[in-house]
C-alpha cells in the first residue's frame, strides 16, 4: 500500500486578481496616502534619531562627569598643582 504522493500536499494556485481600474479621484487619494506613509516615515526615523542623539549627549555628559570627579580627586590627594614651587638656590 504505497503512495505516490510523499511529504505535504501543495496548496493550489490562487487565480490571479484582475487589475483594478482607478478614475482621477481614487488616484488623487492613492498618490495622497503614499505621500502621507513617506512623510511619517521620514518623521519617525528623525524622532528615532533625536532619541539617539539625546541617549548619546547624556551618555556622554555622564562620562564627562565622571572624568571630572577622579581629576578632582586626584588634584586633591596631590596637593597644588605644580610641586614644590621655585626652588631657591643656595646663595643669598
Known amino acids: 500500500m504505497s503512495s505516490?504522493?510523499?511529504g505535504k500536499a501543495k496548496p493550489l494556485k490562487q487565480p490571479k486578481a484582475d487589475k483594478k481600474e482607478y478614475d482621477e479621484h481614487d488616484m488623487a487619494n492613492i498618490q495622497k496616502k503614499k505621500e502621507e506613509e513617506k512623510v511619517s516615515s521620514h518623521f519617525v526615523a528623525l524622532a528615532s534619531f533625536i532619541s539617539c542623539s539625546y541617549k548619546f549627549l547624556c551618555f556622554?555628559?555622564?562620562i564627562?562627569?565622571?572624568?571630572?570627579k577622579e581629576l578632582?580627586?586626584?588634584a586633591s590627594q596631590k596637593g597644588s598643582f605644580g610641586?614644590?614651587?621655585?626652588?631657591k638656590s643656595g646663595k643669598k
Open 64 to 68: 564627562y562627569s565622571m572624568a571630572l
Open 72 to 74: 578632582r580627586a586626584k
Open 60 to 62: 556622554a555628559n555622564c
Open 4 to 6: 505516490k504522493q510523499g
Open 83 to 87: 610641586g614644590s614651587g621655585l626652588k
